[in-house]
């Protein structure tokens, strides 16, 4: 009887210490993308290096597929998700009130958390005669432009036809990627843009058909890095694609944001597990495989740094 009562107790106490370890943990979510996407891949991996340090920290990570960028700005601005996944040109055009954010009502909630991996800006041409995009436009010709990445600002900033193309006898058409890809590899393959991560399966199927990524054109680079705050450089790595030489230019980037709501414990204690397990963050997806530190810290303009992350970043010597 005795033993009876010990083990009773034993067991209720167990329960009681499991339910105070279950009550003190809070958990957090990350709005990502499809569950095919960059996006859900690279949420899912910070959840990992989240939950694998969760003992210390109390908190646990979970990755939601969402919409996309705008539903993740809309959803963490609400308190309905914790942090999300966005492209830079709509995280500013959402600060801003610019562009699809005109009627959107304030986002001066959002704060900046990380900078994740760019999504470049791509050029592919079956044209390997021509050194540049600049180049080819001067002789016309046929452009699809991939809608599923190219956004507003980008398309501005970098649309062929919007750049001295439509004099030229040019013919820039929207396309979805599966079509995208299709017409690339028929026999009269036109130029392509679109933006991706790298590396990037798109391109890959592309270059198998004799299409090859060029540059966009001497001082383009520049101009466009100097003119729109959500842009960053970006680069093609030699041979990736049977591209002979690197092919600089410029991208978006992925950035993980956050809502001033948010406690300052959770985004520290976020932050200091991807930047403490930073090399295996990049092993994780091959589109963080060239991730620095001063490119998580950096590339944020003028949004708003939560203070969680700022604590971390200053404390590292990346502020």
Same mark, same amino acid.
């Given at each position: ?24 943990? &809070? ?17 899912? =991996? ?87 995009? &600049? ?53 009269? =393959?036109?130029?392509? =843009? ?126």
């Amino acid at each position: 009887m005795e033993l009876l009562k010990i083990t009773y107790f034993s067991l209720i106490g167990a329960v009681c210490f499991a339910t105070s370890v279950i009550g003190q943990q &809070q958990f957090v979510s990350i709005g990502t993308g499809s569950v095919t996407g960059t996006f859900y891949s690279v949420g899912g =991996a910070i959840c990992r290096l989240v939950n694998k340090e969760r003992k210390s920290h109390g908190f646990r990570c979970s990755v939601q597929s969402t919409g996309g960028s705008i539903y993740n700005l809309g959803t963490v601005r609400a308190g309905e998700l914790d942090f999300g996944i966005v492209q830079s040109d709509r995280l500013f055009a959402s600060i801003s009130g610019t562009d699809r954010f005109e009627d959107s009502g304030d986002f001066h909630n959002i704060r900046a958390v990380l900078t994740l991996h760019p999504l470049s800006y791509t050029v592919m041409s079956p044209n390997t005669r021509v050194g540049s995009l &600049q180049e080819l436009i001067q002789g016309g010709g046929d452009y699809l432009l991939g809608r599923n990445f190219l956004d507003d600002g980008l398309d501005r900033a970098c649309n062929p036809c919007e750049q001295g193309c439509a004099d030229k006898n040019c013919n820039c058409k929207d396309c979805r990627v599966p079509d995208m890809i299709s017409n690339a590899c028929n026999s009269e =393959a036109p130029t392509v =843009a679109f933006v991706a991560p790298h590396p990037s399966a798109i391109a890959a199927e592309m270059s198998s058909c004799g299409l090859r990524p060029i540059e966009l054109g001497s001082g383009v680079v520049e101009r466009l890095l100097s003119t729109y705050d959500f842009l960053r450089p970006s680069e093609i790595p030699t041979g990736m694609y049977g591209n002979e030489q690197s092919v600089p230019t410029v991208g978006l980037s992925a950035m993980l944001i956050t809502s001033a709501d948010v406690e300052e414990e959770a985004v520290y204690a976020l932050v200091e597990a991807v930047m403490t397990n930073l090399d295996s963050f990049r092993r994780l997806h091959p589109a963080l495989s060239t991730l620095e530190q001063t490119d998580i810290a950096g590339h944020m303009g003028s949004v708003p740094l939560h203070p969680g992350a700022e604590k971390y970043f200053k404390e590292a010597g990346l502020q």
